[in-house]
C-alpha cells in the first residue's frame, strides 16, 4: 500500500506539473531595464537597495556621473511619516499607520528626454501600540519601514522596465 501512495502522489506531481506548463505559466526571470546605463545619486539605504537591486536583476550598467548615463534615476523626495491612527479610552495612542512616500522621476543625462515622469508611490502598514511594549514596538517600526523599503524599491524596478521616451509636448 506503501508504494501504491507514493506512485499515487507522483502521478499527481505530474499531473500539476503537466497542467502549469500548458497553461503557459513560467517564473518571471530577470527584469530588463531599457537602459544601458544608469546614474542613481545619492548612497542612503534606499539607494544602495536600489543599486543593488539595478546590478542583480538586470544587465542595466551603473555609472558613477550623470553625464555617462543614459538615463538618470532623481528622486524628487523621501519622507517616512508615523501617524496616530486611534486613542484608547485612556487617551493614550493605541494604533499607528507609518507611511512611506517616494517620489521619482528618470530622465536622459540632459534632463531633455523624459523616460518615467515624476511619479510618486506611497506605501503604509498599520501598527499596534502599547506603552508596556516600548523597545519591542521600536524595533518592530523599524523592521516595518525596512519591508516597505524592500518593497518601495520592487515597485520603482516594475515602473523602470516599462519605461520609455516619453514625448515632450
Not at 101 to 113: E, I, N, P, S, Y
Not at 150 to 165: E, N
Amino acid at each position: 500500500m506503501w508504494s501504491f501512495e507514493r506512485s499515487a502522489r507522483a502521478a499527481f506531481a505530474g499531473m500539476i506539473a503537466a497542467l502549469l506548463a500548458a497553461c503557459g505559466f513560467h517564473l518571471r526571470g530577470q527584469a530588463q531595464l531599457p537602459f544601458e546605463t544608469l546614474h542613481i545619486p545619492g548612497n542612503n539605504p534606499l539607494v544602495v537597495e536600489l543599486k543593488r537591486n539595478v546590478a542583480v536583476a538586470s544587465r542595466t550598467r551603473l555609472v558613477d556621473k550623470p553625464a555617462e548615463a543614459q538615463a538618470v534615476f532623481g528622486f524628487t523626495q523621501e519622507l517616512r511619516e508615523k501617524v496616530i491612527l486611534s486613542f484608547s479610552a485612556a487617551g493614550r495612542v493605541s494604533e499607528y499607520q507609518l507611511r512611506y512616500r517616494v517620489g521619482f522621476r528618470v530622465t536622459d543625462a540632459k534632463g531633455a528626454q523624459v523616460y518615467l515622469p515624476t511619479s510618486e508611490i506611497l506605501l503604509t502598514r498599520d501598527m499596534a501600540f502599547s506603552d508596556a511594549q516600548v523597545l519591542a514596538k521600536e524595533a518592530e517600526e523599524a523592521l516595518l519601514f525596512r519591508d516597505m523599503q524592500r518593497d518601495m524599491v520592487q515597485q520603482i524596478m516594475r515602473r523602470l522596465v516599462v519605461a520609455k521616451p516619453v514625448p515632450i509636448e
